[in-house]
């Protein structure tokens, strides 16, 4: 069965750091497009992060700097190392698998999420 | 700065059909189909309903189906059901480096 569970998460002061993982089974992670996809409280989603199977890596600008998508792929995992967290980044982190289509990337597998809260 | 702008909600009584609507306002969402829509419901995670515009993964209803036209992609439900109250989202191809959400649509059935 193709899965992936998030873990992590917790209470974090703001300007502090936190390791996200994603663990997938059932299909390699270092052979797809990977992304993070979050959502804060109340509101809408948010795509922060895509790791492409080549190894390219991409950053919405609001995490631009502070946050670092990588895989670590010998126990196929996907990880998000957030660093100089904000109360802005306070949300639900998901890990999305982006397959491709007729000729683009959508996200057809997506793990439960882990909750991140940022403050003092 | 490219956008997608969903309605904030719309309702249907069960039986009926609803349509969400999906507008770019970059010219890369015109010129390209891959557009495509995820349900979420309540604390839980978002669900792949539609892609690459009008196609449906294995398992979705084929009440649901989708649609484009210029710069605005659709999403339409027939058919209403209690269990289709949910969060509406989409998605499309901008550029190569990044990906966007729609600011999303409730769906409530009457």
């Known amino acids: 069965e193709v899965q992936l569970v998030e873990s992590g998460g917790g209470l974090v002061q703001p300007g502090g750091s936190l390791r996200l993982s994603c663990a997938a089974s059932?299909?390699?992670?270092?052979?797809?497009?990977m992304s993070w996809v979050r959502q804060a409280p109340g509101k809408g989603l948010e795509w922060v992060s895509v790791?492409?199977?080549?190894?390219?890596?991409?950053?919405a600008d609001s995490v631009k700097g502070r946050f670092t998508i990588s895989r670590h792929n010998s126990d196929n995992t996907l990880f998000l190392q957030m660093n100089s967290l904000r109360a802005e980044d306070t949300a639900v982190y998901y890990c999305?698998?982006?397959?491709f289509g007729s000729g683009w990337a959508y996200m057809d597998v997506w793990g439960k999420g882990t909750t991140v809260t940022v403050s003092s | 700065q490219s956008a997608l702008t969903q309605p904030a909600s719309v309702s249907g009584s069960p039986g009926q059909s609803i349509t969400i609507s999906c507008t770019g306002t970059s010219s890369d969402f015109n010129g390209y189909n891959y557009v495509s829509w995820y349900q979420q419901h309540p604390g839980k995670a978002p669900k792949l309903m539609i892609y690459?515009?009008?196609n449906r993964p294995s398992g979705v209803s084929d009440r649901f189906s989708g649609s484009k036209s210029g710069n605005t992609a659709s999403l339409t439900i027939s058919g209403l059901q209690a269990e289709d109250e949910a969060d509406y989202y989409c998605t499309s191809y901008i550029s190569d480096s990044i990906r966007i959400f729609g600011g999303g649509t409730k769906l409530t059935v009457l």
């Open positions: 999305a698998r982006e397959v």
């Open positions: 059932g299909f390699t992670v270092s052979s797809n497009y």
């Open positions: 790791i492409y199977s080549g190894g390219n890596t991409y950053y």
């Open positions: 690459d515009v009008s």
